[in-house]
């Protein structure tokens, strides 16, 4: 019992990681309906910004003296690096999405493959090939429940994920920028008719999911101890599967994916086989879209002639 | 496609007239023809293929550095057979494919008369295969797949087996460690790692052990914590992880985490620096077996670790003490082979027997293998230090 109760919080915090990342596949295909295949790079990358930003802030010498590295410096290392991702996201844009966008759906989907491979091997170039040991950010505190072993980093991950997915979702249904993105996901060309600026829109939508990557990338180093230039490889197929799942263009759909293929891995891998664990994503993504294509808590949209 | 056909012709063509100038410049110090080239010339020429760039580079450094600080070693003391060594590397940047034309080169272009490499299997079996059908004598210093030496009566190593390894821990973990039931968390994209775990199983048992519950995981994975978890539901008083370093290192972290507190026990596929940085504390009080411990006792190795630092201001890794005890091999065999030509020397190395090497005692058996002792090395405070010799 104690082990099955383990493997579901570990579950619950590898899918939130998930839910995090699905969300910036969510939005950008809420917006533009496409698959932004690079948004796995922009997660790791972001994880790399804050293992670079934690060695500037000294880190190194927070550990070898054995002292906590302060809190609010780890809250300004999360920022910055959220911030950077932002920049990169939107940049991503700018540079390789919007000169294709009036292009026909495959040339985008193409665009970001090909931006996904170059951000996967400019990161081996740059960060090296081999994987690191996250730096210890947030000291790891045990807490010991019948059995049950709670990390304070699972919690924090716990906690994080859910505190930004609320805040996303005041931001999209409360602010005048949610509703224009909003506006256009439902019609790019009527919403510009409205007087929305479309391409700002569209920016912040890049830039926020992005953020959100970051911080699911450094969430994921803390959690998972190595990260690599291809992290985002397989993290981002099983984040984009998550979003499938709940329904693409879905918000709550996003966390409520995330969360199930989190579970639905650890399970697997606790008591299956781990040779499995990332097979069952997959076997998911194709049942979804036999049974469900429109995802759990997606709306189908009617396409009229 | 006949365009294509023509202009691939004539590609070939034209590296062919670059490989037969090249050929010309690089004997022009040497003999004439390559039989008779081979002992008048004054010098030895040993070839040396290695990864010095790309993801495995520090394994080709570390081999080369040792090599030619051993050569450098035997020429001061006046050579071999009153001949100087010299030593011709290339870089195989850790490809396979790259590994073939580097012998092909050294053999071709060098007029080398041995050849000594590589580190990993794969780019050994690729450049065995190429000495084996030139007949020039290749000398392995640290692959361990037991398909290497297979290739043919000219490639052999000095270094042990796989399988050897999974023996040794098993050995260590039930006779000196005492301990009744193990766990084995293998890594099933890796056949070194198979081969360990298997081996270790084989032997564990047979020894009255058994094996608590086996577990796996992929190369790449950082998520442990289903495996730990299922892992802690059982008696295990330890746990045989023979993979890779970055992997071992995110398991030993996801143990401590998760309160699984008992030892891991690995192969040499531990032997990296970056082990302890990613592990962390995490790894003290684990084992695991290797090549060579630089704090072992021998006068040899001590001697061989204070003139590497000596020379490069770094301690040698395990690797780099199998690439000078290839050479010492090879050069104690080319003493004894005379200018007989690659045939003698193949019959010299084949015939070595209780070579003192920095890393033991090699003796050369009739399957070109080394027969030789393993160390077992035990992590603490963040490094490894020696902790047993175990005979094969």
Request: glycine letters at 12%.
């Amino acid at each position: 019992m104690t082990e099955l109760i383990q493997q579901i919080i570990n579950g619950l915090s590898l899918g939130s990681i998930y839910a995090l990342i699905a969300l910036g596949y969510t939005m950008v295909y809420g917006i533009l309906r496409l698959i932004n295949f690079a948004h796995g790079e922009v997660f790791m990358v972001g994880a790399y910004a804050g293992y670079y930003l934690a060695a500037a802030f000294g880190i190194d010498a927070y550990v070898s003296s054995g002292r906590e590295f302060p809190l609010f410096l780890a809250v300004v290392v999360l920022l910055l690096a959220m911030l950077l991702a932002a920049a990169l996201g939107a940049s991503i844009e700018l540079l390789a999405y919007r000169p294709v966008r009036n292009a026909p759906r495959l040339t985008p989907l193409i665009t970001a493959i090909g931006v996904s491979l170059f951000l996967q091997n400019a990161g081996m170039l740059v960060f090296g090939p081999n994987p690191r040991a996250y730096p210890p950010i947030l000291r790891e505190v045990r807490f010991e429940l019948g059995g049950v072993i709670l990390t304070n980093i699972k919690l924090t991950i716990f906690v994080v994920a859910v505190a930004l997915m609320a805040g996303l979702r005041f931001f999209v249904l409360r602010t005048w920028t949610g509703r224009a993105m909003r506006a256009v996901s439902v019609n790019l060309d009527a919403a510009k008719l409205m007087g929305i600026d479309a391409d700002r829109t569209i920016r912040v939508c890049f830039a926020t999911g992005s953020a959100l990557a970051a911080a699911g990338g450094i969430l994921f180093g803390l959690d998972q101890i190595t990260i690599t230039p291809l992290m985002g490889v397989l993290t981002g197929l099983k984040a984009f599967v998550a979003a499938v799942l709940g329904g693409i263009g879905s918000i709550p759909g996003a966390v409520l994916g995330g969360v199930l293929i989190g579970l639905a891995e650890q399970l697997t891998a606790g008591y299956l086989s781990p040779d499995y664990r990332d097979a069952i994503t997959f076997v998911i993504l194709i049942l979804v879209l036999m049974i469900k294509p429109e995802g759990l808590l997606g709306v189908v949209k009617q396409e009229k002639v | 496609m006949y365009i294509a056909r023509r202009s691939v012709l004539s590609l070939i063509a034209l590296s062919a007239v670059a490989f037969a100038s090249c050929k010309r410049s690089g004997a022009g110090g040497g003999g004439t023809a390559a039989s008779s080239g081979a002992s008048l010339s004054s010098e030895i020429v040993v070839g040396h293929y290695a990864s010095l760039t790309g993801s495995t580079a520090h394994f080709g450094q570390d081999t080369d550095k040792a090599l030619r600080l051993l050569v450098q070693e035997v020429n001061k003391a006046g050579g071999v057979n009153g001949r100087q060594i010299k030593v011709v590397t290339l870089d195989t940047r850790g490809d396979s494919a790259e590994a073939a034309n580097a012998v092909s080169r050294l053999i071709d272009v060098e007029k080398v008369e041995a050849v000594i490499g590589e580190v990993s299997s794969s780019l050994s079996l690729a450049g065995g295969r190429v000495a084996q059908r030139r007949k020039i004598p290749m000398i392995s210093p640290s692959s361990t797949n037991p398909k290497v030496t297979e290739v043919g009566d000219y490639v052999f190593r000095v270094c042990f087996l796989d399988p050897f390894q999974g023996k040794v821990m098993a050995t260590f973990a039930r006779n000196t460690l005492k301990f009744d039931k193990v766990a084995i968390l293998r890594d099933v994209k890796n056949d070194y790692s198979i081969g360990l775990a298997d081996a270790f199983k084989a032997a564990f048992t047979a020894a009255g052990g058994s094996i608590a519950v086996e577990q796996s995981y992929s190369q790449g994975d950082t998520d442990f914590s289903a495996q730990v978890t299922a892992i802690k539901g059982t008696p295990a008083q330890a746990i045989f992880v023979p993979g890779y370093y970055s992997e071992v290192g995110a398991i030993a972290r996801t143990a401590a985490r998760l309160g699984l507190k008992v030892p891991l026990l690995g192969g040499d596929g531990w032997d990296a620096p970056d082990l302890v940085k990613i592990g962390g504390d995490a790894l003290n009080g684990s084992y695991f077996s290797n090549h060579f411990a630089p704090d072992v006792a021998t006068p040899k190795a001590q001697k061989f670790v204070a003139d590497f630092k000596a020379q490069y201001g770094q301690e040698p890794t395990g690797l780099g003490a199998l690439g000078y005890d290839a050479g010492g091999v090879l050069v104690e065999a080319l003493r004894k082979a005379g200018s007989g030509g690659p045939a003698a020397l193949r019959d010299a190395i084949a015939a070595v027997k209780d070579y003192e090497g920095v890393t033991g005692k090699i003796s050369i058996d009739a399957a070109r293998n080394a027969q030789k002792s393993a160390v077992v090395l035990k992590i603490e405070a963040g490094k490894p230090k020696y902790e047993a010799t175990i005979a094969p």
